[in-house]
C-alpha cells in the first residue's frame, strides 16, 4: 500500500511536504502556506548564487541614499551572469521589470523578491499537479494544485522576502514552522 504520491515526488523535501500538506484536507490553507516558506527558502539557499543577493541589494541601497535617481537597469543588465539561472535569475527578472517601471528603493527589491517568491510557488503547484495526474487522478491532483496555490496566497512571503534579501533577522518567529505538541493543537474544527 502507497503512502501516497507525494513520497515518490522527484522534488525537494520541502515540496514533498508542501505536497503532503495540500493532499491531506486535515491541513488548512494557512498550515498549507508555512510549509511553503521552507520549501521556497531552500530553494533560493540551493539556487541562488551567494554573493548575488548582496550585490542586487548594494545597487539598490546605493541607489536610494543618492539625490537624483538613475535607471538602474544597466546594473541590473549587467548582473545577468552572477545570478545564474532558477531563482537569482527570476528575482533579477522582477527586479528589472519593477525598475522600468520606475521603482528604485530597497522595498522594491523587496517587492521583485516577493514576486519571484510567488512565482516560484505556482510552478512548484503546478509540478506537484503534474506529479499527481501521472500518479493518481484528475481530480485529487486538480483538488491539490488548488490547495497549494491557496497556501501560497496565505503565506508570509513578504517576511520571507525580506529575510532572503537579509534586511530582518533570520530567527523570527512567523517563519518557524509551528509543532504541534498537545492534544488541543489538533486538526482545527471548521
Request: charged share 30%; net charge positive.
Amino acid at each position: 500500500m502507497s503512502d501516497g504520491p507525494h513520497k515518490s515526488l522527484n522534488m525537494r523535501r520541502g515540496w514533498k511536504h508542501v505536497a503532503e500538506c495540500g493532499d491531506n484536507v486535515a491541513f488548512t490553507t494557512e498550515e498549507i502556506g508555512r510549509a511553503i516558506i521552507p520549501a521556497l527558502e531552500q530553494d533560493c539557499h540551493t539556487e541562488i548564487a551567494p554573493g548575488f543577493l548582496d550585490s542586487i541589494r548594494t545597487v539598490f541601497e546605493e541607489q536610494e541614499s543618492t539625490l537624483f535617481k538613475n535607471q538602474l537597469t544597466p546594473k541590473l543588465e549587467a548582473m545577468r551572469d552572477t545570478a545564474g539561472p532558477g531563482m537569482g535569475r527570476l528575482i533579477l527578472e522582477h527586479a528589472i521589470q519593477i525598475n522600468e517601471g520606475g521603482g528604485n528603493r530597497v522595498d522594491d527589491l523587496v517587492k521583485a523578491t516577493q514576486n519571484a517568491l510567488t512565482d516560484r510557488g505556482a510552478r512548484g503547484a503546478r509540478q506537484v499537479e503534474e506529479h499527481y495526474l501521472r500518479r493518481s487522478t484528475a481530480p485529487r491532483a486538480q483538488k491539490v494544485r488548488s490547495r497549494i496555490e491557496e497556501g501560497i496566497e496565505r503565506a508570509e512571503l513578504i517576511s520571507l522576502a525580506r529575510r532572503i534579501l537579509k534586511l530582518e533577522s533570520r530567527g523570527s518567529a512567523a517563519s518557524r514552522t509551528i509543532k504541534q505538541k498537545g492534544i488541543d493543537d489538533g486538526v482545527k474544527i471548521r
